[in-house]
């Protein structure tokens, strides 16, 4: 049974970090795209990072415009889990954050249509 848990949510500081994780279960990390997507309320989901399949030097990050240099996508794959480590958070990352799996053997995808499986969802919440 396929399964993606997140964690690591919270409330934070303008300026803070937080590490996100989202562990795996029923299939391998290194076989499927791990996205990251988030959801303010009122908006639509959007695509955030995204870590293609593969392993070592095969694997390819992909952050959005509005995440570029304060997000970090990571994966463990001895714990079969992915990362999000965002620094410098702002009042205007506070969403619901998912991570979704892909079914792929290269890539990543920033459209939510493309992804097989969701979790639940951690919220975040940038604040003073």
């Known amino acids: 049974q396929v399964q993606l848990v997140e964690s690591g949510g919270g409330l934070v500081q303008p300026g803070g970090s937080l590490r996100l994780s989202c562990e795996a279960s029923g299939f391998t990390v290194d076989y499927y795209a791990i996205g990251w997507f988030r959801q303010a309320p009122g908006k639509e989901r959007e695509g955030v990072s995204c870590?293609?399949?593969?392993?070592?030097?095969?694997?390819?990050?992909y952050h959005s415009h509005s995440v570029k240099g304060r997000f970090t996508i990571s994966k463990d794959r001895a714990k079969n889990t992915v990362y999000l480590e965002m620094n410098s958070l702002k009042p205007e990352d506070t969403a619901t954050y998912y991570c979704?799996?892909?079914?792929?053997?290269?890539?990543?995808?920033?459209?939510?249509?493309?992804?097989?499986?969701w979790g639940q969802g951690t919220q975040v919440t940038v604040s003073s």
């Open positions: 870590i293609s399949p593969g392993s070592g030097g095969n694997v390819y990050a």
């Open positions: 979704a799996a892909m079914e792929t053997d290269v890539g990543c995808s920033a459209y939510r249509i493309s992804y097989n499986y």
